[in-house]
């Protein structure tokens, strides 16, 4: 082995980013883009309703397909264009005349300079892991707050309940204070575990998808929940019944908050 071949191989083996290092190198390719604050807006709006669509076919298909409503927690409920519109339009709405003006104002301060190498893969693992807990402990806490408080509920959270057969497209059908809170929480997050960029889109994609697949209304076998062991992730069916009962179930994801302090109610023995 040349000196030189032996000097860049410490380098790449200590770096352990090759797997990820050709994705970001396009992310960065694109910075013009992806730096912009309309991309951080375009990026949520997108991405949300990429994961909505594929369950409002379902919903549309599901008279037609029998085989369908075995996995539909609601078999005989199928949302009507009359509350599927309203959720797209509250959605659209905040994130024009809220999130992109604050989008703005971060912006304005200048981005952060991005880093040549991608993150290790074991890193940006711990990481997305890490902010899904902290997001789980923060708006466990938020949420039940807002369900004992009855002023909070009222102002602030009864939005969300006002479809109590949950559908993807009513995810995000919640007041501009709760969207804003769920915001916050992400950005304090990434910031307070100093995630690589690419991890914090990384940890947007899984948040995104699973706030759509707890709210979709269908049980599939391979659900995330089914693929987290021991009980630990709720799931789909664990969230409808907070919808349902309103007094149980309230942390997003994870099961060891509402255990821990005696809400945790099993979709099973429903």
């Not at 997001?135 to 006002?162: G, S």
Request: charge should be neutral; include cysteine; proline fraction near 7%.
């Amino acid at each position: 082995m040349s000196s030189h071949n032996a000097s860049e191989l410490p380098i790449l083996c200590s770096s352990g980013q090759l797997l990820l290092q050709p994705l970001w190198d396009r992310v960065r390719a694109r910075e013009a883009l992806t730096q912009s604050p309309l991309f951080a807006v375009l990026f949520s709006i997108t991405t949300y309703v990429g994961f909505c669509l594929p369950f409002v076919v379902l919903d549309v298909l599901c008279p037609w397909v029998p085989a369908l409503r075995r996995y539909k927690i609601h078999p005989d409920f199928s949302p009507t264009a009359r509350q599927l519109l309203p959720c797209l339009g509250q959605t659209l709405y905040q994130h024009v005349v809220f999130v992109f003006p604050l989008t703005l104002l971060y912006w304005a301060r200048g981005p952060a300079p991005w880093p040549r190498e991608a993150p290790e893969l074991l890193q940006l693992a711990r990481h997305v892991v890490g902010c899904l807990l902290l997001f789980d402990a923060e708006f466990f806490a938020w949420h039940v707050l807002h369900h004992k408080v009855p002023w909070l509920y009222r102002t602030f959270h009864k939005m969300h309940h006002q479809n109590t057969a949950s559908f993807a497209l009513a995810t995000q059908y919640m007041s501009a204070w709760e969207l804003l809170s769920l915001g916050f929480f992400d950005m304090v997050n990434v910031t307070l575990l100093q995630c690589h960029p690419l991890t914090v889109l990384v940890f947007h994609v899984f948040n995104i998808w699973l706030s759509v697949e707890d709210h979709s209304g269908y049980d599939f076998p391979w659900s995330t929940h089914r693929l987290v062991p021991f009980g630990w992730y709720g799931g789909v069916r664990h969230h409808d019944l907070h919808h349902s009962q309103f007094n149980c179930n309230f942390a997003p994801y994870f099961t060891h908050w509402d255990k821990l302090l005696g809400t945790l109610r099993s979709a099973h023995a429903k």
